[in-house]
C-alpha cells in the first residue's frame, strides 16, 4: 500500500509538471532545489485527492508516508507531506515532535519546505502543547540552520494571535546575532507578524537591540509599524 501510494502520487506530480513552472520556482532560491515543475495550486489539489485515500488511516501510518514523501527531495512531495501532517492536527501527540524534528534535521533544504511545515503543522502542535516551546528554544541554538529558522516559523500563527510573546522575544534573543540570511528573515518575520497584536513590545525590543540586530531581520520586524516608528528604528 506504501509504495503504491506513494507511486501513483508521484506519477500525478510528474503528469501536472512543466519546465516553465520548473525554471520559474527555482528563481525564488540561492541553493539548487529539487523540482516536479507544479503548480502550487495543483499540488494542493493533489495532496487533497490522495488524502481522501488514507484519511482512515491512525497518524502514525500516515506519518510514515509523509516520511517516505520528504525522503525524495522534491519540493512538492515535501508540501504534500506538510500538507497531510497539517490536516491530522486535531489528532496530534505530545511526542510528535520529536519526529517533526527528525524530518527538519534530515530532509529539509530549503525556506520553502522549512516554512510550510513549521508554519502550520509544527505551530499547530505547539499550541497544543506549549511545553514544546523549550524544544523551539533548544532549536533557536542549533547548529543545522533549517532547526534554527523553524524555531521562529513555527510560532507565525501563535504570533497573529497574539500568542507566546514572551517565548517569541526570547528566540528572538537567541537567534539575534545569527549570521544566516534565511534565520534573520525568519525571526525578522516572526516579529512583524508578532507586532499586529504587540506593537509596543516589538517596537521596544528593536529599539534596544538595533546596534546589533542585523538589518535584514530589523528591517522586517518593522515592516508593518507606522512610518514614524519606522524612521525611529532604522536610524543610526
Given at each position: 500500500?506504501?509504495?503504491?501510494?506513494?507511486?501513483?502520487?508521484?506519477?500525478?506530480?510528474?503528469?501536472?509538471?512543466?519546465?516553465?513552472?520548473?525554471?520559474?520556482?527555482?528563481?525564488?532560491?540561492?541553493?539548487?532545489?529539487?523540482?516536479?515543475?507544479?503548480?502550487?495550486?495543483?499540488?494542493?489539489?493533489?495532496a487533497r485527492e490522495f488524502?481522501?485515500?488514507?484519511?482512515?488511516?491512525n497518524n502514525q501510518e500516515?506519518?510514515?508516508?509523509?516520511?517516505?514523501?520528504?525522503?525524495?527531495?522534491?519540493?512538492?512531495?515535501?508540501?504534500?507531506?506538510?500538507?497531510?501532517?497539517?490536516?491530522?492536527?486535531?489528532?496530534?501527540?505530545?511526542?510528535?515532535?520529536?519526529?517533526?524534528?527528525?524530518?527538519?534535521?534530515?530532509?529539509?533544504?530549503?525556506?520553502?519546505?522549512?516554512?510550510?511545515?513549521?508554519?502550520?503543522?509544527?505551530?499547530?502542535?505547539?499550541?497544543k502543547f506549549p511545553v514544546?516551546?523549550?524544544?523551539?528554544?533548544?532549536?533557536?541554538?542549533?547548529?543545522?540552520?533549517?532547526?534554527?529558522?523553524?524555531?521562529?516559523?513555527?510560532?507565525?500563527?501563535?504570533?497573529?494571535?497574539?500568542?507566546?510573546?514572551?517565548?517569541?522575544?526570547?528566540?528572538?534573543?537567541?537567534?539575534?546575532?545569527?549570521?544566516?540570511?534565511?534565520?534573520?528573515?525568519?525571526?525578522?518575520?516572526?516579529?512583524?507578524?508578532?507586532?499586529?497584536?504587540?506593537?509596543?513590545?516589538?517596537?521596544?525590543?528593536?529599539?534596544?537591540?538595533?546596534?546589533?540586530?542585523?538589518?535584514?531581520?530589523?528591517?522586517?520586524?518593522?515592516?508593518?509599524?507606522?512610518?514614524?516608528?519606522?524612521?525611529?528604528?532604522?536610524?543610526?
Open positions: 500500500m506504501k509504495a503504491k501510494i506513494i507511486l501513483q502520487i508521484r506519477l500525478a506530480l510528474q503528469k501536472s509538471s512543466d519546465e516553465k513552472t520548473k525554471s520559474g520556482f527555482q528563481r525564488f532560491f540561492k541553493e539548487e532545489v529539487k523540482f516536479h515543475g507544479v503548480k502550487s495550486s495543483t499540488v494542493s489539489k493533489i488524502f481522501e485515500k488514507i484519511k482512515n488511516k500516515i506519518f510514515v508516508l509523509c516520511e517516505e514523501l520528504l525522503k525524495s527531495g522534491y519540493c512538492e512531495e515535501a508540501w504534500i507531506s506538510a500538507n497531510w501532517a497539517d490536516r491530522v492536527s486535531r489528532d496530534f501527540q505530545k511526542e510528535d515532535i520529536e519526529i517533526f524534528e527528525r524530518w527538519v534535521s534530515l530532509y529539509i533544504d530549503n525556506w520553502a519546505e522549512c516554512d510550510t511545515l513549521c508554519n502550520h503543522a509544527v505551530g499547530a502542535l505547539i499550541e514544546h516551546l523549550i524544544r523551539l528554544k533548544k532549536w533557536a541554538a542549533a547548529e543545522n540552520k533549517w532547526l534554527r529558522r523553524a524555531a521562529a516559523v513555527s510560532l507565525i500563527i501563535p504570533a497573529k494571535k497574539g500568542e507566546f510573546l514572551e517565548d517569541i522575544l526570547e528566540i528572538a534573543g537567541i537567534l539575534l546575532l545569527d549570521e544566516e540570511d534565511l534565520v534573520q528573515k525568519g525571526y525578522g518575520w516572526m516579529l512583524k507578524v508578532a507586532s499586529r497584536k504587540n506593537q509596543k513590545e516589538i517596537f521596544g525590543y528593536v529599539m534596544k537591540n538595533k546596534k546589533v540586530m542585523p538589518r535584514t531581520a530589523l528591517r522586517y520586524a518593522i515592516e508593518k509599524m507606522p512610518e514614524t516608528m519606522r524612521k525611529q528604528a532604522m536610524a543610526k
